[in-house]
């Protein structure tokens, strides 16, 4: 089973996600900074990460280059609440406003899964 990082300093939304991505079949650690998040990065094994652009300390692209230097083909997403991120340009970045199901998509093809693996999926129609 695939392994996401999810970073966002509002830890309700960061459990949220974290629910919703293991409902869809993945492991989700969750991480309320960016010294949170290169912790538990570096405690296990991290399939990807998803992190909030804007947060107090340290931001999501200053994340990213920290995981970078630790493992340089981490998949990095992230996720904002401002409008485009134009000095992000080797990144997927998702809106806020539209987080899922377009992280799960974006999860999905980086992971390249069609769909995660997992005996609790429910995609019965």
């Keep these: 089973m695939k392994t996401i990082l999810f970073v966002d ?3 309700v939304l960061a459990r949220l996600s974290c629910d919703i991505i ?7 650690i969750s991480a309320y900074s960016g010294p949170d998040a290169l912790a538990k990065f570096d ?7 998803v992190t909030d ?11 990213a280059k920290h995981l970078r230097e630790r493992r340089p083909n ?8 401002y409008g485009k991120l134009d000095q992000i340009k080797d990144m997927v970045v ?3 406003d539209s987080l899922f199901p ?3 998509e974006e999860i999905k093809q980086i992971l390249g899964e069609g769909e995660p693996q997992s005996d609790e999926v429910a ?3």
């Design 123 to 125: 995609h019965a129609s």
């Design 74 to 81: 981490v998949p990095v997403i992230i996720v904002t609440g």
């Design 22 to 28: 293991e409902m869809n079949g993945y492991h989700a």
């Design 102 to 104: 377009d992280l799960l």
């Design 9 to 11: 300093d509002h830890e």
């Design 43 to 49: 405690a296990g094994e991290i399939d990807l990460v």
């Design 53 to 63: 652009f804007r947060m107090d300390g340290m931001d999501g692209a200053e994340l």
């Design 94 to 96: 998702l809106s806020k």
